[in-house]
Nanobody
Framework: VQLQASGGGSVQAGGSLRPSCAAS????????VGWFRQAPGKEREIVGG????????VYADSVKGQFTIHRDNAKNTVYLQMNSLKPEDTAVYYC??????????????WGQGTLVTVSS
């Protein structure tokens, strides 16, 4: 099983990015998929998750209304749409997947992370 997080990059404040989490060897539509981030010098924090076998999403208060998570089951991929980006959103973003029904985890599989840099 592999999770591949990609789609990070560098943007100016106010811009948008849409990292993706693609899986091989696992069907993400039946998993809960979470997105996490870790900023330099800070602990990893959860950003949000999409609950298994459905479309329910949950977000951390810090990104509500700014980030959205959605699935493309045909592509076995989960996306993190990030809008109105701020410099404080700069971090490595990770996806994780598992059979949990709790968006906070625990998760069984982790992607390698994709770097998002937001400049002011």
């Amino acid at each position: 099983v592999q999770l591949q997080a990609s789609g990070g990059g560098s943007v100016q404040a106010g811009g948008s990015l849409r990292p993706s989490c693609a899986a091989s060897g696992r069907t993400l539509s039946t998993d809960t998929v979470g997105w996490f981030r870790q900023a330099p010098g800070k602990e990893r924090e959860i950003v949000g998750g999409i609950i298994r076998s459905g479309w329910n999403t949950v977000y951390a208060d810090s990104v509500k209304g700014q980030f959205t998570i959605h699935r493309d089951n045909a592509k076995n991929t989960v996306y993190l749409q990030m809008n109105s980006l701020k410099p404080e959103d700069t971090a490595v973003y990770y996806c994780a997947a598992g059979r949990t029904i709790n968006w906070r985890g625990p998760y069984d599989y982790w992607g390698q992370g994709t770097l998002v840099t937001v400049s002011s």
